[in-house]
């Protein structure tokens, strides 16, 4: 646990260190918290797939530290591109772009673009500005296993294998960042992943329409349905009342069942009743600690009332579509 600034200034010190000798630290960001390696460091890339237990060729985001890092990173910004970095970073965008001769490839995937983003915490700029250097941060969570939203979460799944966790309380947002395909030149930029950032402030921020991801499980590579899945069958059902009666149902079976809902409800006897949040953005922000919650409770099924299609509710609905469709048995 980091607290006071010299407390602070040890950790970022043990930090910057670690990652200069080709280590692993978890950082916290807005959205869940990132497993960072040296981003200019192969090898320091592939220990960070190793623990991941990540296939290779799947890409990585790069944290950089401003907008005026992008040029190291990006061989073309496009005017749009520019446009949302200005608007949204730091923050939960991630961009698509070109990328130098200078990206490994460890980190693309072999692609030609690369994935870019400002995180908006304060420890982890701080970290990024001292460190001087872009990081490879994918979530900190084992592949296929839930984002980390806490630095106990991080701890809990990776353990020993990362060589520090910077604690930077939970996460504000609570999912991914959206990421935004800009790579294609005369293009309209793509959505590839709903995310903090919403459609609606893209497209006020550009002056029109962009392409989205339509309300289903978003087309990023890499991103399987079961990377999303909890233990626990996942199954989502629009209306309450229906969740309800289907909790109620399965419950009588004997077989431990949840019901996890936006606001408290009168949960069927014998049913977990798990509490997420009434606006998209309460819920967002504890989706994934509920989705563990289903997994320490052992629960067999988890009936799930997702938040209304606004806002970042749009990113909650993708995550919850994933981790029913990976829950499948
Ligand atoms: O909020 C976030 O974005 C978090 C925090 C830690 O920054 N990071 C995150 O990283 O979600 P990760 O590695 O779990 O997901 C990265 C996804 C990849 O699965 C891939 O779909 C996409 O970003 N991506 C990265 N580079 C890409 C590229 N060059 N082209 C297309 N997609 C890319
Ligand atoms: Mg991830």
Same mark, same amino acid.
């Given at each position: ?53 990540? #296939? ?22 496009s ?64 592949f296929g ?17 990362v ?30 992943? #709903? ?18 991801? #339509? ?5 990023? #590579? ?60 309460a ?7 509920r ?19 606004v ?19």
């Amino acid at each position: 646990m980091i607290e006071g600034d010299a407390e602070a200034d040890a950790g970022l010190e043990a930090a910057v260190r670690i990652l200069r000798a080709g280590g692993l630290v978890a950082n916290p960001t807005e959205t869940v918290y990132g497993l960072a390696a040296d981003a200019s460091n192969p090898a320091a890339v592939r220990r960070l797939y190793a623990v991941k237990g990540r #296939p290779p060729g799947h890409p990585v985001i790069v944290h950089i530290a401003s907008v005026e890092a992008l040029s190291r990173w990006a061989s073309r910004v496009s005017e749009d591109a520019r446009r949302l970095a200005e608007a949204f970073w730091p923050g939960p965008l991630t961009l698509i772009l070109p990328r130098t001769a200078a990206v490994v490839d460890e980190v693309t995937g072999g692609r030609d673009t690369v994935g870019l983003r400002v995180p908006d915490h304060p420890l982890t700029l701080a970290l990024l500005r001292a460190f001087d250097g872009g990081l490879a941060a994918p979530s900190a969570n084992r592949f296929g296993r839930v984002s980390p939203t806490t630095a106990a979460d991080v701890l809990a799944d990776l353990g020993g294998d990362v060589d520090l966790v910077l604690d930077g309380g939970p996460c504000g947002v609570g999912v991914e960042s959206t990421i935004v395909d800009c790579s294609e030149e005369g293009a309209p930029p793509v959505i590839l992943r #709903p995310g903090g950032v919403t459609a609606e402030q893209i497209e006020a921020a550009l002056g029109h329409p962009v392409r989205r991801t #339509p309300d289903g499980p978003s087309r990023a #590579p890499g991103m399987l349905p079961a990377h999303y899945a909890p233990h626990a069958q996942v199954i989502v059902v629009e209306n309450p009342e229906d969740a309800l009666a289907l909790a109620g149902a399965h419950a009588s079976t004997g077989k431990p069942t949840g019901l996890l809902t936006p606001r408290a409800t009168r949960a069927p006897e014998g049913v977990s009743a798990l509490i997420a949040g009434e606006t998209p953005e309460a819920y967002a922000a504890v989706l994934y600690d509920r989705l563990r919650e289903a997994d320490r409770l052992g629960l067999d099924l988890l009936v799930v009332v997702p938040p209304p299609a606004v806002g970042v509710g749009v990113a909650v609905r993708d995550r919850l579509a994933r981790s029913a469709a990976g829950s499948v048995r």
